[in-house]
């Protein structure tokens, strides 16, 4: 039984979560309690949606990530043993990257979306949530979903990294604003020093 949060679940089937927090409210789909939190169970989600158990082979796809370029191997081969290990279907692909979970255009991930959208895989497996992204987990998990693909996460509470990749990614996130905001500054600069060389007669 692997159990989700309730925005992914909602993605995975198509709704808002306000809807399926309804619909199990109604009785119409099954529902978990893990403390006051609700929990889907993807199985209950597939029968709600008639997928048919078995309807068709199990093709995993591993997602492992790191933040750091070096330094970290042990880490990327640890997250993928243990998926391995845990893996109920065949594991068809792994996809890694090496680099903060803010960042956007991550060659693996940008593999992996392209493999679901093509059909070569049926499940996403992950060991942590923040693998797979810091933020915007929701809305890639409902990507995915309309692809036919479904986001397993191997331990649903806590974070796989530590305070020091945290404080890497709060540093990445600020480097960037911080770039972009120099960057505008500095245009702003250039455009009041050729105005001032060149005024308007």
Known sequence: MVLVRLAPAAGYVGVHPVTLRRWADDGRVDVVWVGRERRF????????????????PRREALYVRVSGRTGQETSLTAQE??????????VVAVFQDKASGLR????GLTRLLAAAAA??????????????ARFGVVWL?????????????LHPKGSAGGMDELLA????????????IYGIRSREARRRLLTAADPPS
């Open 41 to 56: 169970d993807t199985k209950a989600l597939d029968a709600f949606l008639g997928v048919r158990p078995g309807s068709g």
């Open 81 to 90: 043993t243990e998926l391995r290990a845990t893996a109920s279907g065949e």
């Open 104 to 107: 956007e255009n991550r060659p």
């Open 119 to 132: 059909g070569e895989v049926t499940v996403v497996r992950v060991t942590h949530e923040d693998r797979l």
């Open 141 to 153: 998990t409902a990507l995915l979903a309309r692809s036919g693909v479904t986001v397993e996460v």
């Open 169 to 180: 990614d709060f540093t990445s996130l600020v480097s960037t604003f911080a770039g972009r």
